[in-house]
């Protein structure tokens, strides 16, 4: 069977009344090259139930159940280390994509240098009936390699389910920290910016 060349990572606890809105944005995209690999992180309701529902129709779709909850990052890795991609590309079980979110990222790939190992983009943070953007920061190739300035915070407010990572990037990078209980993600684009441009 072919590899996919996109794997997109879904880790989830205890979500079953939202992680059927996240699966079914990244089903809706237009690029449609991706496995969707589901990381259940020891959940106690019903999430495997909303899981078979979606595997009947897509086949792509792949379930791992962790027997007891062990975090975010430990659910992340699990889900890297399954992953058949040659792009990782991360969704949280509260959040949806817009369906082209996928294709742009494929696109900008097309055309940045192989030192690119990230691309990423804005988000709406929604919380009830209130809508508010989010900028990510600006930092593009010609930036060169951000160690030094990652350092004071310049990869905050990235977003970690609007990026599309090579896979790549974790054999030099090193994969998510598990003995980080918050801020997993500021610390994985801070290791990340010393191997990797960011678009």
């Known amino acids: ?27 809706n995209q237009t690029y449609q090259d991706f496995e969707l ?11 495997k139930d909303i899981f078979k529902e979606f595997q009947k129709k897509d086949k792509r779709i792949k379930y791992i ?3 007891e909850n062990k975090g975010g990052s430990a659910a992340r890795n699990t889900g890297i280390k399954a992953a058949r991609g040659e792009y990782i590309a991360f969704q949280d079980s509260d959040d949806e994509w817009f369906s082209e979110k996928l294709e ?16 990423y983009s804005d988000m709406w943070r929604i919380t009830g009936n209130k809508k508010r953007y989010f900028y990510s920061p600006k930092i593009m190739p010609k930036d060169k390699i951000i160690y030094e300035q990652a350092l004071d915070y310049r990869v905050g407010n990235i977003g970690i389910q609007t ?18 209980p918050r801020f997993i993600d500021l610390e994985f684009f801070i290791r990340l910016s010393k191997y990797y441009y960011f678009f």
């Open 163 to 180: 990026s599309l990572i090579k896979k790549e990037v974790f054999a030099k990078a090193g994969m998510f920290d598990e003995k980080f």
């Open 37 to 47: 690999i589901i990381v259940d992180d020891g959940s106690t309701d019903n999430t």
């Open 1 to 27: 069977m072919k590899s996919p060349t996109v794997s997109v990572i879904i880790p989830t606890y205890n979500r079953a009344h939202l992680v059927g809105r996240s699966i079914q944005s990244v089903l």
């Open 65 to 67: 159940r962790h027997e």
């Open 104 to 119: 742009k990222q494929m696109e900008v790939y097309k055309n940045v240098p192989a030192e690119v190992g990230i691309v």
